[in-house]
């Protein structure tokens, strides 16, 4: 019948928008993750220009709202890249900037400025004993930083990224309005279909809802592994 096989395609429709949606937030992770790193060590570093660097990119981005920051990122991306496809061959057409790639550098850009000031406050938390220990015994700075450093900054910092990660896995509904056919803009086709608008929100808000509670539950098994053998006061 007509209304099955608009359910059936409604269906397949928010499919495949959650799986850009899940793919979006895995592509931005492990960047964010990154220019995290880079922050706090750069807010971190002895050098003054350094120090200017990493605490000016972290404010910039903490005090943008992250919807202005994906039009900043697509709109300033697309201008970038045609103007030097123009400079390059004045002949050449214009360049469409992927929708997807802009909203995995907005948010990378985004989860980067936030983790980089929980990366810096693990950092600062860590003994100064134990990497003078390190040193005394002959350690390398790179082995002082895999074995002393980084476990505990793991630990200290998890519970901050995952916070961190959830607002990421809720802000990639943001994309939708670059035309990205993410599990927002998915649904909002479907509501123009069915003139549905309260079922289909309220079912893409239990699947957001749905996919945080099995982050909470995950990042909570990661706490616990991290925190193994450490005395509780």
Not at 52 to 62: K, N
Not at 127 to 134: C, D, F, K, L
Not at 138 to 159: D, E, H, S, T
């Amino acid at each position: 019948t007509r209304s099955g096989g608009r359910a059936h395609g409604d269906l397949c429709r928010r499919a495949a928008g959650l799986s850009v949606t899940l793919r979006l937030a895995l592509a931005s992770l492990p960047l964010g993750l990154a220019l995290g790193f880079l922050a706090a060590a750069a807010a971190l570093s002895a050098q003054r220009p350094l120090r200017f660097l990493g605490t000016g990119y972290t404010t910039i981005i903490r005090g943008l709202p992250e919807l202005l920051t994906l039009f900043v990122v697509y709109n300033g991306l697309g201008l970038t890249a045609n103007a030097a496809a123009q400079w390059w061959d004045p002949s050449s057409g214009r360049v469409e900037l992927s929708p997807f790639i802009a909203g995995v550098i907005a948010l990378g850009l985004v989860f980067g400025g936030f983790s980089g000031e929980v990366l810096r406050g693990a950092f600062q938390a860590l003994h100064v004993g134990q990497i003078e220990a390190g040193q005394a015994i002959g350690m390398r700075p790179y082995q002082i930083f895999w074995r002393i450093k980084l476990p505990q900054v793991w630990r200290f910092a998890l519970p901050g990224l995952g916070n961190l990660w959830v607002n990421l896995l809720k802000d990639t509904a943001l994309v939708s309005v670059i035309a990205l056919d993410d599990l927002m803009r998915m649904t909002k086709i479907a509501v123009g279909v069915t003139k549905q608008p309260f079922m289909f929100y309220l079912v893409t808000c239990c699947i957001y809802w749905g996919f945080c509670v099995l982050s909470e539950v995950i990042l909570a098994a990661m706490e616990k592994r991290a925190n193994r053998g450490v005395r509780r006061a």
